[in-house]
């Protein structure tokens, strides 16, 4: 129990420094926005206030997420990480909309982009926070199996390339004079901003409809079962999904008739062991057959 609190805790500390990091560069891009006139910078402002409010709700599924199974939940509450995940992708596609709606009035209505070592400078400060930040998230997403804090890694990830594609486009600008640079950067950091949201969605949503553990973790169960050969005839019926990061794992395997209760319990605690060591966060349900094992008709 100690352990499970001291995770929840690492992954609510983690959660509350991007909504710091984010509700910090949210005013500076602002800030540099108005100054600089640039909507490739205003872009990235509405762009990170999508992500603070990505955060927000990363932080609380997180909370939410690491109770423990009650009455109403049996399973846990797992899976309001998979639904924290695919409202944030949600809302980055609005932040894409958004920004190509301001960048299409740029186009039409082109005007000068001032303060530019501002404008420039605030881009590289984003960047280089979003960098440390999202490291530092993604981190413990991976440690954790959290999908919530890996969505909100990679919306930290992607304002990294965002922040010095606007930048790279501002100093162009400034070499170039040419002024629809700034809202084709824009509308290229939307572009960008649709593909995060929607590799995010994707993933999020799949263990809604109970979708099965990867390929890999599958693979490695069969190696796992391969390696009791010895003690059991076959295994069959394997199923696996996840919730959250909850996994859950069951199958059936075949034992000789004449084990004890005691010793086929002893091989099922042995590979659901083996499983755990390998894969975190599992719940493994084995049923055990005879090896004459028959369904008689009703």
Same mark, same amino acid.
């Not at 109403?72 to 639904?83: F, S």
């Not at 809302?91 to 299409?104: G, H, Q, S």
């Given at each position: 129990?100690?352990?499970?609190?001291?995770?929840?805790?690492?992954?609510?500390?983690?959660?509350?420094?991007?909504?710091?990091?984010?509700?910090?560069?949210?005013i500076l891009k602002i800030i540099a926005g108005v100054l600089s006139g640039s909507v490739s910078i205003l872009s990235e402002a509405i762009h990170s206030s999508m992500d603070l409010v990505a955060s927000l709700i990363a932080f609380f599924s997180v909370k939410y997420s690491s109770?423990?199974?009650?009455?109403?939940?049996?399973?846990?509450?797992?899976?309001?990480?998979?639904?924290?995940?695919?409202?944030?992708g949600l809302?980055?596609? &609005?932040?894409?909309?958004?920004?190509?709606?301001?960048?299409?009035k740029k186009i039409l209505y082109p005007?000068?982009?001032?303060?530019?070592?501002?404008?420039?400078?605030?881009?590289?400060?984003?960047?280089?926070?979003?960098?440390? &930040?999202?490291r530092m998230?993604?981190?413990?997403?991976k440690e954790e199996d959290s999908i919530a804090l890996e969505a909100d890694a990679l919306h930290l990830k992607t304002d990294i390339y965002t922040s010095l594609g606007v930048g790279v486009g501002i100093l162009l600008i400034q070499?170039?004079?040419?002024?629809?640079?700034?809202?084709?950067?824009?509308?290229? &950091?939307?572009?960008?901003?649709?593909?995060?949201?929607w590799e995010l969605v994707s993933t999020a949503f799949k263990p809604l409809l109970d979708g099965k553990l990867s390929d890999e973790e599958e693979e490695k169960i069969l190696q796992i079962l391969n390696k009791y050969?010895?003690?059991?005839?076959?295994?069959?019926?394997l199923r696996?999904?996840?919730?959250?990061?909850?996994?859950?794992?069951?199958?059936?395997?075949?034992?000789?008739?004449?084990?004890?209760?005691?010793e086929s319990h002893h091989i099922c605690d042995l590979i659901e062991k083996d499983i755990d060591e390998q894969i975190v966060n599992t719940n493994v349900t084995i049923h055990i057959e005879p090896d004459d094992f028959k369904i008689t008709g009703q």
């Open positions: 129990m100690s352990m499970a609190m001291s995770d929840s805790k690492k992954k609510t500390k983690v959660a509350a420094l991007s909504i710091f990091s984010n509700a910090a560069l949210i109770k423990p199974a009650d009455k109403d939940h049996p399973y846990g509450h797992g899976k309001i990480e998979n639904i924290s995940g695919v409202i944030e809302l980055i596609f &609005v932040a894409a909309i958004l920004i190509i709606i301001e960048a299409a005007s000068e982009i001032k303060q530019t070592t501002v404008a420039i400078s605030v881009m590289v400060i984003a960047a280089v926070a979003n960098f440390f &930040v999202s998230i993604y981190r413990v997403a070499l170039t004079g040419v002024k629809l640079l700034d809202p084709i950067v824009a509308i290229l &950091v939307a572009c960008l901003i649709i593909k995060e949201a050969g010895g003690q059991i005839i076959d295994f069959h019926d696996t999904r996840r919730a959250g990061n909850a996994k859950f794992i069951d199958f059936h395997i075949t034992v000789n008739k004449r084990l004890t209760v005691e």
